[in-house]
């Protein structure tokens, strides 16, 4: 049954509203448009840093019938230049401005251009190829440019590179109109060493060896914008299978044999069973030419969806016969991600990269769909409220919580849009959507949607358009609170009772920053009884106060779990029964939302404080039987004990801690659970006898019994060991290394070896050494350096290093992709909980008020537990 959220009398105040805002910002125009006597006269666009909107609008109504074809040859030493050669061709609508071409790399990188078969000047500057207007002709033109191509997005390595160019990096490595609305075909030539694999966009044309090179000849690509541009050459495995009668292809460097043997088939069948889904879901077969994809050692991403060439994180398809439900499931619904990326994203995609959440959002969205029907044994409805709500919480909750969609005036800062927000809030509202439309009129607006800008690009108001007209209710008021805006409301009740009856339940909502905004949702509401009878109830709270009629007449409960079902957005009230009677809770969705929900309560100050809140976790642990819900226990423990614990109370409880954890793991049948609680264990143990327990494990390589530990847990084992400073006779890392099999995890250990070193002046050391960017090349492998240097058993000597932390932070964002400058502030300031510590953010702050605005956002979101914990630690 359709609930309408309200009526468009209702809104007719915040629909004006909205209206005001699309007025100030006028859309992009689509690739191609019609030049206008006024436009062909306007003055051209100031060549300025990154890609401004202006310029891209500018391109966007004066270029089309792009393509590019593009040579490099890739030496064996990653350290040499690679030359290249490139050509574009396109349609001008009009040629009597300057146009220009993006390339962010050093002038002198540029050896010859030549624009309609004429040699012309280089003109290079501010990131920009300009070409001059007289060289330039109305209608079809050729730019030839010979050049060597820019390093910061190849990824080199000793003997494989990869390209990652979302969301403007393509000009990072050759001349580009860098803009999503400028979509093209690309037609690559690759000369590699002979011992070389590729894998690029397009088909694999022809292949010739020559003097100990090997030269591969792609076909054209698919038309698709700049950023899904992608090919990975190196020493690769090449393995093809068919499946469902769709040829795939995998180039993978994985060594353990076990991991091939116990991953390879669910790889390929997840795939298939995606790519079955979204065809059938959308109406639409599979929109391009071949579909094969790349697993790379510590990719920066899970994965990235490039067009017949998807990129992923090794580690995250390879696993173990460890593996627990969890990670299987992370797998899957990875892989189903990218594939609906196909649709969501690169069939479809975004003018501008303000709206670049619609395409994360449909992919988590489907992906999430996907996943239900691929693995028919997990639960969908908990696996969605662990994914998506602790996440998006972690956001929204902070002072520099963002809106879904957000403003872009250049590309150049469109990387710090990604983040939980978009990945985590915007599902939920989306599933918000599709209960308020009902799942075949959503579904059916979507497929319109697909249909209509196939191959182009629309933007989130063309789609609120198209789904507007399937609906009775005012999708357009309803999208200015839940995507225009953050932030998340906070519920309280009003419970009234006579005879044994309920006479009256009230609801009232309340934004968290104390602002007049209400989030219209449907939740539902669990009435619990002593005889363990359970009564649920749905709520349309599609007002600030809403009475609830169906309660009325209804028995007195002995407690109202909220939300119960999951999926309503905000802090619900905590009814002062529920900490104490979460076991009579029969379905692992209402514990899950229990969790949560003390959680939250409890970061607010509003239920209970964080030590009684670890003990209702402790007590609960023994008595949890769902997996996912020990997963998020666990977490929750680990969170409260490290951040909002003082170090001596830490220390104090930790025996008892470690005790409880081993008891729970013994007596737990499950292995992946074992395991869950084993790693509780690990990262909680401080007595001397919780870690000699772990130093035996790791030393004998014996694991507890039930738990399958692989070559991965036992390193893990050993950097937890060596945070903590044990005493073995050897040094344990360097013992570690040599039990790595795989070069390039070898290589991951080495890294990090001085990070954990036990001397402060090594560790100091290794910190200045990532001033220097080359030394930040392997973004994971940064930041899992980080998490061992500031971690709260290090913090005393660390937190001198939250200054220049923090000052690096613009240049990180400059030169890493996309997650990296969250990641960098996660890693440094995710443990911290000094007063100094939360000073230190205050003055950086203070001291740069006219800092850029996403990034000061990206670091009070990672500093808010600082925050907290300057509230909550005592």
Same mark, same amino acid.
């Given at each position: 049954?359709?609930?309408?959220?309200?009526?468009?009398?209702?809104?007719?105040?915040?629909?004006?509203?909205?209206?005001?805002?699309?007025?100030?910002?006028?859309?992009?125009?689509?690739?191609?448009?019609?030049?206008?006597?006024?436009?062909?006269?306007?003055?051209?666009?100031?060549?300025?840093?990154?890609?401004?909107?202006?310029?891209?609008?500018?391109?966007?109504?004066?270029?089309?019938?792009?393509?590019?074809?593009?040579?490099?040859?890739?030496?064996?030493?990653?350290?040499?230049?690679?030359?290249?050669?490139?050509?574009?061709?396109?349609?001008?609508?009009?040629?009597?401005?300057?146009?220009?071409?993006?390339?962010?790399?050093?002038?002198?990188?540029?050896?010859?251009?030549?624009?309609?078969?004429?040699?012309?000047?280089?003109?290079?500057?501010?990131?920009?190829?300009?070409?001059?207007?007289?060289?330039?002709?109305?209608?079809?033109?050729?730019?030839?440019?010979?050049?060597?191509?820019?390093?910061?997005?190849?990824?080199?390595?000793?003997?494989?590179?990869?390209?990652?160019?979302?969301?403007?990096?393509?000009?990072?490595?050759?001349?580009?109109?860098?803009?999503?609305?400028?979509?093209?075909?690309?037609?690559?030539?690759?000369?590699?060493?002979?011992?070389?694999?590729?894998?690029?966009?397009?088909?694999?044309?022809?292949?010739?060896?020559?003097?100990?090179?090997?030269?591969?000849?792609?076909?054209?690509?698919?038309?698709?914008?700049?950023?899904?541009?992608?090919?990975?050459?190196?020493?690769?495995?090449?393995?093809?299978?068919?499946?469902?009668?769709?040829?795939?292809?995998?180039?993978?460097?994985?060594?353990?044999?076990?991991?091939?043997?116990?991953?390879?088939?669910?790889?390929?069948?997840?795939?298939?069973?995606?790519?079955?889904?979204?065809?059938?879901?959308?109406?639409?077969?599979?929109?391009?030419?071949?579909?094969?994809?790349?697993?790379?050692?510590?990719?920066?991403?899970?994965?990235?969806?490039?067009?017949?060439?998807?990129?992923?994180?090794?580690?995250?398809?390879?696993?173990?016969?460890?593996?627990?439900?969890?990670?299987?499931?992370?797998?899957?619904?990875?892989?189903?991600?990218?594939?609906?990326?196909?649709?969501?994203?690169?069939?479809?995609?975004?003018?501008?990269?303000?709206?670049?959440?619609?395409?994360?959002?449909?992919?988590?969205?489907?992906?999430?769909?996907?996943?239900?029907?691929?693995?028919?044994?997990?639960?969908?409805?908990?696996?969605?409220?662990?994914?998506?709500?602790?996440?998006?919480?972690?956001?929204?909750?902070?002072?520099?919580?963002?809106?879904?969609?957000?403003?872009?005036?250049?590309?150049?800062?469109?990387?710090?849009?990604?983040?939980?927000?978009?990945?985590?809030?915007?599902?939920?509202?989306?599933?918000?959507?599709?209960?308020?439309?009902?799942?075949?009129?959503?579904?059916?607006?979507?497929?319109?949607?697909?249909?209509?800008?196939?191959?182009?690009?629309?933007?989130?108001?063309?789609?609120?358009?198209?789904?507007?007209?399937?609906?009775?209710?005012?999708?357009?008021?309803?999208?200015?609170?839940?995507?225009?805006?953050?932030?998340?409301?906070?519920?309280?009740?009003?419970?009234?009772?006579?005879?044994?009856?309920?006479?009256?339940?009230?609801?009232?909502?309340?934004?968290?920053?104390?602002?007049?905004?209400?989030?219209?949702?449907?939740?539902?509401?669990?009435?619990?009884?002593?005889?363990?009878?359970?009564?649920?109830?749905?709520?349309?709270?599609?007002?600030?106060?809403?009475?609830?009629?169906?309660?009325?007449?209804?028995?007195?409960?002995?407690?109202?779990?909220?939300?119960?079902?999951?999926?309503?957005?905000?802090?619900?009230?905590?009814?002062?029964?529920?900490?104490?009677?979460?076991?009579?809770?029969?379905?692992?969705?209402?514990?899950?939302?229990?969790?949560?929900?003390?959680?939250?309560?409890?970061?607010?100050?509003?239920?209970?404080?964080?030590?009684?809140?670890?003990?209702?976790?402790?007590?609960?642990?023994?008595?949890?039987?769902?997996?996912?819900?020990?997963?998020?226990?666990?977490?929750?423990?680990?969170?409260?004990?490290?951040?909002?614990?003082?170090?001596?109370?830490?220390?104090?409880?930790?025996?008892?801690?470690?005790?409880?954890?081993?008891?729970?793991?013994?007596?737990?049948?499950?292995?992946?659970?074992?395991?869950?609680?084993?790693?509780?264990?690990?990262?909680?143990?401080?007595?001397?006898?919780?870690?000699?327990?772990?130093?035996?494990?790791?030393?004998?390589? *014996?694991? @507890?019994?039930?738990? $399958?530990?692989? +070559?991965?847990?036992?390193?893990? !084992? %050993?950097?937890?060991? =060596?945070? #903590? &400073?044990?005493?073995?006779?050897?040094?344990?890392?360097?013992?570690?290394?040599?039990?790595? *099999?795989? @070069?390039?995890?070898? $290589?991951?250990? +080495?890294?990090?070896?001085?990070? !954990? %070193?036990?001397?402060? =002046?090594? #560790? &100091?050391?290794?910190?200045?050494?990532?001033?220097?960017?080359?030394?930040?090349?392997?973004?994971?492998?940064?930041?899992?350096?980080?998490?061992?240097?500031?971690?709260?058993?290090?913090? %005393?000597?660390?937190?001198?290093?939250?200054?220049?932390?923090?000052?690096?932070?613009?240049?990180?964002?400059?030169?890493?992709?996309?997650?990296?400058?969250?990641?960098?502030?996660?890693?440094?300031?995710?443990?911290?909980?000094?007063?100094?510590?939360?000073?230190?953010?205050?003055?950086?702050?203070?001291?740069?008020?006219?800092?850029?605005?996403?990034?000061?956002?990206?670091?009070?979101?990672?500093?808010?537990?600082?925050?907290?914990?300057?509230?909550?630690?005592?």
């Amino acid at each position: 049954m359709i609930f309408p959220v309200f009526s468009r009398s209702y809104t007719s105040i915040l629909l004006l509203g909205l209206l005001l805002a699309a007025c100030t910002r006028a859309p992009l125009a689509p690739a191609g448009a019609p030049v206008t006597a006024t436009t062909a006269q306007t003055a051209a666009p100031a060549v300025v840093a990154g890609v401004s909107r202006e310029l891209a609008e500018d391109r966007a109504r004066r270029v089309s019938r792009l393509g590019y074809e593009l040579s490099l040859t890739v030496p064996a030493d990653r350290a040499a230049p690679i030359e290249a050669t490139e050509t574009v061709r396109f349609h001008l609508a009009a040629a009597g401005q300057p146009l220009q071409l993006d390339f962010r790399e050093r002038t002198a990188s540029l050896r010859a251009l030549r624009v309609n078969g004429r040699p012309v000047p280089i003109d290079h500057h501010d990131e920009h190829l300009v070409l001059p207007a007289a060289s330039l002709r109305a209608g079809a033109n050729a730019v030839e440019i010979d050049f060597v191509a820019g390093n910061q997005s190849l990824n080199r390595n000793d003997d494989y590179l990869y390209t990652l160019l979302v969301p403007d990096r393509a000009r990072t490595v050759f001349p580009v109109f860098d803009q999503p609305n400028l979509k093209a075909a690309f037609t690559l030539t690759l000369t590699l060493p002979e011992t070389w694999d590729a894998l690029a966009n397009g088909p694999l044309r022809d292949s010739t060896v020559a003097a100990g090179h090997k030269t591969y000849r792609f076909a054209p690509s698919d038309t698709i914008s700049t950023y899904l541009f992608s090919f990975a050459a190196g020493r690769f495995t090449r393995l093809p299978r068919t499946v469902a009668g769709r040829t795939m292809q995998l180039l993978h460097r994985e060594t353990d044999k076990s991991k091939l043997a116990l991953s390879l088939d669910p790889i390929f069948q997840i795939h298939a069973d995606a790519l079955a889904f979204m065809e059938t879901y959308t109406g639409l077969p599979y929109p391009f030419q071949k579909f094969d994809f790349a697993a790379l050692p510590d990719f920066q991403y899970g994965g990235m969806e490039h067009v017949g060439a998807i990129d992923y994180k090794a580690s995250s398809l390879f696993l173990d016969e460890g593996a627990t439900q969890d990670q299987k499931i992370a797998r899957s619904n990875l892989i189903a991600h990218e594939t609906a990326h196909m649709w969501f994203g690169d069939l479809v995609t975004m003018q501008w990269f303000n709206d670049v959440w619609m395409k994360e959002v449909f992919a988590n969205f489907m992906a999430d769909k996907i996943t239900q029907v691929a693995l028919p044994e997990s639960n969908y409805d908990l696996k969605f409220v662990i994914d998506h709500y602790p996440a998006a919480y972690g956001v929204d909750r902070t002072t520099g919580a963002n809106p879904i969609r957000q403003n872009l005036d250049n590309l150049s800062d469109a990387g710090s849009l990604y983040g939980g927000i978009i990945y985590h809030k915007a599902p939920i509202m989306m599933r918000q959507l599709e209960r308020l439309m009902g799942e075949e009129p959503f579904r059916d607006g979507l497929r319109a949607y697909l249909r209509q800008y196939a191959h182009g690009n629309a933007t989130w108001p063309d789609l609120i358009r198209i789904l507007d007209a399937r609906t009775p209710a005012d999708l357009q008021a309803w999208n200015q609170v839940w995507v225009n805006q953050p932030g998340r409301p906070v519920f309280d009740y009003d419970l009234q009772t006579a005879q044994g009856k309920i006479t009256n339940l009230r609801l009232r909502q309340q934004a968290e920053d104390g602002s007049d905004r209400i989030w219209p949702q449907f939740f539902e509401v669990l009435l619990v009884y002593p005889n363990g009878r359970t009564r649920e109830l749905t709520v349309n709270q599609n007002a600030r106060e809403v009475l609830v009629p169906v309660a009325v007449g209804e028995p007195a409960p002995s407690f109202i779990l909220f939300n119960s079902t999951g999926l309503g957005y905000g802090v619900f009230p905590i009814d002062k029964p529920l900490p104490a009677s979460l076991a009579t809770l029969p379905a692992p969705v209402a514990r899950a939302a229990a969790y949560v929900n003390l959680y939250e309560n409890m970061l607010n100050g509003r239920a209970l404080a964080p030590a009684e809140l670890l003990a209702v976790v402790r007590r609960q642990l023994p008595r949890e039987t769902e997996e996912l819900n020990l997963k998020l226990l666990t977490s929750q423990l680990t969170d409260v004990y490290w951040k909002l614990l003082p170090p001596a109370r830490r220390a104090a409880l930790a025996p008892a801690l470690e005790t409880e954890l081993w008891r729970a793991m013994e007596q737990n049948p499950a292995p992946n659970v074992k395991k869950l609680l084993f790693k509780a264990y690990q990262s909680v143990a401080l007595s001397q006898a919780a870690q000699a327990r772990l130093y035996r494990i790791w030393d004998q390589q *014996q694991a @507890p019994t039930g738990v $399958k530990l692989t +070559e991965d847990d036992y390193t893990s !084992l %050993a950097l937890a060991l =060596a945070v #903590r &400073d044990y005493p073995a006779p050897a040094p344990i890392l360097p013992r570690q290394l040599t039990r790595i *099999q795989n @070069p390039d995890r070898r $290589k991951r250990m +080495e890294f990090l070896l001085p990070a !954990l %070193a036990p001397d402060v =002046a090594t #560790r &100091d050391a290794f910190f200045a050494s990532l001033s220097d960017e080359k030394n930040r090349g392997k973004e994971a492998w940064v930041t899992a350096a980080l998490a061992y240097l500031h971690h709260p058993l290090r913090a %005393a000597s660390s937190e001198k290093y939250l200054p220049q932390s923090l000052a690096l932070l613009e240049e990180i964002q400059r030169t890493g992709d996309i997650f990296f400058p969250y990641s960098w502030l996660q890693a440094t300031l995710g443990s911290y909980q000094t007063p100094t510590a939360a000073r230190t953010v205050r003055e950086f702050l203070t001291a740069h008020p006219t800092y850029n605005p996403q990034l000061r956002a990206k670091l009070l979101q990672a500093a808010d537990d600082v925050f907290r914990a300057e509230k909550l630690v005592k």
